[in-house]
């Protein structure tokens, strides 16, 4: 899925678009020589204020629009060329979908385009639905849809060819929380298969959390660019985080900070909001209480606890098609087919996605009990996911630990 | 390719959805059995067949160009505004192949609507027959002169050779003095010209006209149930009292009288028919009467018993049986077909570059000029010669551009006189307004679509 010919998934020399008026006078200087680089494997943040020109940048990459001046390359190539245009997976800053199809026949559609064989394409739809939390309402036209429901179908319909780069304009825009958080686990989980995002967006957490490098765009010109940690790490100051300490600890700390010639600023930490968001919408659904309507909008994470075949592989794995632990259940043919297609990555990582919060969210009520054989499978399975948000957010305030880290600025790009 | 397919399917399905589909389907579902029960035509059961299949093909026709002008220009001008085209062109899929597949899909829908309605019309022409309580002969007039596919060869007049009369009456008059002044030379020789037709075309009381036929090929020339037709219109040089003229035909190989009575093989048939003036007739004869080596004459006599005046037969013409109903149907409907897929290669070619209202008012210009087109040509043909320059620099190539559905393209007056479209001609036209015209276009609009920044928002 790498290409060895060259080293950048985007690149653009020099890239300028002028929007004339009427007259062919100079009207919006939307892009102005931009050198974009972006590795192969990365996630890049995009980021600028409205108008910045990013979606005009995106635009060109894409050939939807021509530059006035300057070039741009998709893994070294023309998008024109279908070799290269079948590698790429967009989502423009709207969910641009048919309205009069169904969700199903949307990604239907868009696979055949990609040539994808009936066989792979009918999974493939199958678990993109189920994983943008869409599978009951696959036969529902878009035209009904919400906006966030819609940008879930748009998602998808990204990700049906198994892109090698992902172009994403404001993905998360109209989506709720959880779905905000399952989409940035997302990203993480496919750059570690390989792939290489290209992230547009202002709202900040979001790239804050994911990005690997991030670029800042204002006015059509490149204001800054540069790895999270580096743009973000304030070099002067520590910060400490601990579990509950006595009065004397911390009159001891504070002895020894203040002996260092340093200020100390005490305090207890806050959660984020999106943090505290997902914790009390998972003891509300723990705790069965009744919801009107927004079921659907929160089905997001539906898609790897529905199933508990799902929910041993990883659903990224069945889509490229490489299994680190095989599902008994899991279709040979497909398997065979969709094999051939992209290397197998890492065998030895087990998936990292977040099951047991997932799980705790998405559990419904109504929800037929599982056979028993495969709820015998499912229970050993919880202790061992390893990264569970559950925990993370806990660890935070779990006595005992200590983790001494580097703060972090906290960006403020709209004053850039 | 299957992106073609792909995109054309995706056509087919918005086009199924859009409301103006449905309304065209239910219009032509309710409209064609009720057309069949309520039209009488003249009262004769072939009047009824000719009037009902008319008026439904017309109406199949019309309904099914509108809906083809209205999806073409729709589908592609609506990706194109409601920014659906963004995640289309950016997958593998190249912008003709997207274009090509918008024009399949209307194909397709074409095909399948008309495939339906022409059906559905057909089924209602064969059963009126049946449910309609007609005499025998009506019936035997019906099968004959519509439930067939028949070529008719028509005379041709002589025209060198009246020219040459009327050339040579010209120089009489001239050295005799008695041409007008006031008169130009071309003006005198169209009036010669017309006055020297008309004594060829003549017969006067007491006369015989005779018109020879040669290589009249029918199938099944032995088959006493095989006719052949005779068609003609009567004029006169005085109006009868009744308007009408007492005609004496006969038909066969006349060579044989000449030959002698005695050598007679093939029959000859005579016909005594009395009939008004200025209308179209028609009888028929067996085919037996065609001779061997495809010879038949056809002679005229105006017998001073019966009338007092020259009559002059006109548009004379031998109709004979060439192939079934249903086949020449089926070339009709798709006359139809290479219509509509006309109409679908304007439309997508047009909002390659035009908003869907100037190109849907575009391509309904383009379509009634069509209608008329054979009309238009004529027009504009027998203008002046100053703005005749200016026709044929401009306008010419224009209208040439422009498809052709009148006239001789119009399935219509085939169907109804029971005639039959043949194959070479129906592939010429299908050749030339597809493979010609419709290529130019389409090619055109793709290498516009080709170059458009289709995220490009007009000012």
Known sequence: MVTTENQYAIETISLTKIFPDWWGRAKVIAVEDLNLQVLQNEIYGFLGPNGSGKTTTIKMLLNLLHPTKGASFVFGGSVDSPAISGRIGYLPEESYLYRYLTARETLDFYGRIFGLPADIRKARIETLLEMVGLSGMGNRQIATFSKGMARRIGLAQALINDPDLLILDEPTSGMDPMGTRQIKDLFVELARRGKTILLCSHLLADVEDVCDRIGILYGGRMQVEGTVRQLLQQKDEMQMRTGQLSGRALEQIKRIVSSEGSPIDIEKPMDKLESFFIKVVAKARQEKQRTSGVEAGTGISGFLAEKPVVQHENILDKLVGAHPQKGPEEPEKSDRVEATKSPPVSQTQPPEADYGLLQQLTRQKTEAPLPSTETVQKEPEKPSVKKDILDDLIRKKSSGSTEITQPEKKEDTENA | ?459
């Open chain 2, 1 to 459: 390719m299957h992106s073609i397919w792909a995109v054309a399917r995706n056509t087919l399905a918005q086009a199924l959805r859009m409301k103006i589909a449905a309304v065209v389907i239910l219009l032509l579902l309710i409209l064609l059995p009720l057309m069949s029960m309520v039209m009488d035509g003249d009262g004769t059961l072939l009047g009824k067949l000719q009037t009902f299949t008319s008026y439904g093909l017309g109406l199949i026709s019309l309904l099914l160009c509108i809906l083809t002008i209205a999806i073409s220009t729709y589908t592609l001008s609506n990706d194109l505004k409601c920014k659906y085209i963004f995640l289309v062109v950016t997958k593998p899929i190249r912008r003709f192949e997207l274009i090509l597949g918008k024009l399949l899909g209307i194909i397709l829908l074409d095909i399948l609507l008309l495939g339906i309605f022409s059906a559905i019309l057909y089924g209602c022409t064969r059963l009126i027959p049946k449910i309609t309580d007609a005499p025998e002969s009506q019936k035997f007039q019906a099968n004959a002169e519509f439930f067939t596919s028949r070529i008719g060869i028509k005379t041709e007049l002589a025209k060198d050779l009246i020219n040459n009369r009327a050339r040579q009456r010209y120089n009489e008059l001239k050295s005799s003095n008695q041409i007008p002044e006031d008169m130009s030379y071309a003006r005198i020789m169209s009036e010669l010209y017309v006055q020297e037709a008309m004594k060829v075309k003549r017969v006067d009381p007491g006369q015989t006209k005779e018109w020879d036929f040669e290589d009249v090929r029918v199938k099944n020339a032995d088959d006493p149930n095989t006719f052949i037709f005779v068609r003609y219109k009567y004029q006169t040089a005085a109006p009868p009292p009744d308007e009408k003229v007492y005609g004496l035909w006969q038909v066969g190989d006349l060579r044989q009288f000449k030959a002698g009575a005695a050598k007679i093989k093939t029959p000859v048939y005579n016909v005594e028919r009395d009939e008004v003036i200025r209308v179209t007739h028609e009888f028929a004869v067996p085919a037996n009467a065609i001779a061997e080596d495809g010879y038949i004459g056809i002679s005229f006599f105006n017998s001073t018993a019966l009338n007092q005046t020259a009559i002059i037969p006109e548009e004379l013409e031998l109709l004979y049986q060439t192939g079934n109903f249903t086949a020449n149907y089926f070339r009709a409907v798709l006359m139809i077909l290479v219509r509509l897929v006309f109409l679908a290669v304007i439309g997508i070619s047009l909002t390659t570059w035009l908003s869907f209202p100037v190109a849907v008012l575009v391509c309904i210009t383009i379509f009634f000029v069509g209608l008329t087109n054979t009309f238009i040509l004529d027009a504009i043909g027998g203008v002046g010669a100053t703005a005749g320059m200016i026709y044929s620099i401009l306008l010419k190539p224009l209208l040439w551009l422009l498809p052709q559905f009148d006239g001789v393209y119009n399935p219509n007056g085939y169907i109804v006189a029971g005639r039959t479209i043949q194959w070479t001609f129906l592939a010429t036209t299908a050749l030339f307004t597809l493979l010609v015209k419709g290529l130019l276009m389409l090619l055109a609009g793709m290498l516009i679509f080709r170059r458009r920044e289709v995220a490009r928002v007009a000012a």
